[in-house]
């Protein structure tokens, strides 16, 4: 108890401090006069509701300069802006701007090697039960965590504060154009088991935000309060991808191969899911199926799978 305790209070302190850092960067993001990168692309947001996108040419007197696709160079000044973002690619089809993917860094479950900015983060519900957080410390750093609430709203009645939780810390670097190396730790803890689940993993990404797959490796353990740590010996793999269908959807696809031991020795199950993404610019609602051999012979078109999250 003692332990769960104080993992809990590391992430409230770790949530408090990238919550701070976040508001300090958001600052300066939303502030003209910090742009100088003239390679830069810019969405500029008027107050009246209208948006420019293009990229940087020029920054002075109290005025931005963009060249716009469609009008040119386009001089704009900071009185008439209402926000300020600056994008990795600017896509235009049919002359609509589409905006970027809100969460690029994962699909359903599995992670992306994309990552989270300094300061952005976002709360995803899944399923109704599970709720997490999830928060860049840095551009290539971030930590998340989340509790599910049967089991902790039943501890609560029971008299006791045992809830089941999880860990999510992952890094994740550019190393190529469109290719990205990312990973990091899963920790979990079962309470009504009390059990402890932890994977360590690798992923690659080949890809922008709207268009990518991602192959992932991960090796696990798990351990009881009545037994030893048990490692696996084989990896788990995933190999998942997402496809922009529309300016505010997306086909989503994740993949899970599963090591298991029989007496046979080592075997693998797999597990498919496959939905459509529909998000804004900050919110996205996932729906999709999850499927395997089993499930299939009981329901063809897989396990429903809902799930929501919202960008800060």
Known sequence: MKTV?????????????TISVKSKAQEKIDSP????????FIVVKFREGSTYFGKLKE?????????????GPVRIP?????????????????GKYWFPTPLPGRYFFAPSAFTLKTGEGYYQNTLL????????????????G?????????????GEFLPSFFLTPKIGFKVANNFRIGGGFIYAMIAGNNLQIGTMYGVITYGNPDYNLTG????????????????????MITLCGTARLGRKIAFVTENWIIPYTTNSGQKYTPVFSYGLRFFGETLSVDLAF?????????LFTGIPFVAFAVKF
């Open 129 to 144: 039960v599970l709720n997490s957080f999830n928060v860049g410390v840095t551009n290539w750093f971030s930590i998340g």
């Open 290 to 298: 999850i499927n395997n051999k089993e499930i299939f012979e009981i």
């Open 146 to 158: 989340g509790i599910e609430l049967i089991s902790t709203i039943g501890s609560i009645t029971a």
């Open 78 to 94: 900071y009185s008439k802006i209402k926000k300020v973002e600056k994008v990795d690619y600017i896509v235009v089809k049919k």
């Open 216 to 235: 992932g490796l991960g090796w696990g353990y798990s351990k009881s309060k009545e037994a030893d740590a048990v490692f696996q010996k084989n990896p």
């Open 59 to 71: 920054n002075r007197n109290d005025t931005l300069t963009l060249i716009t696709e469609d009008l």
């Open 33 to 40: 006069s910090a742009l100088n990168d003239t390679s830069s």
């Open 5 to 17: 305790l104080k993992i809990l209070k590391i992430m409230m302190f770790v949530l408090f401090l």
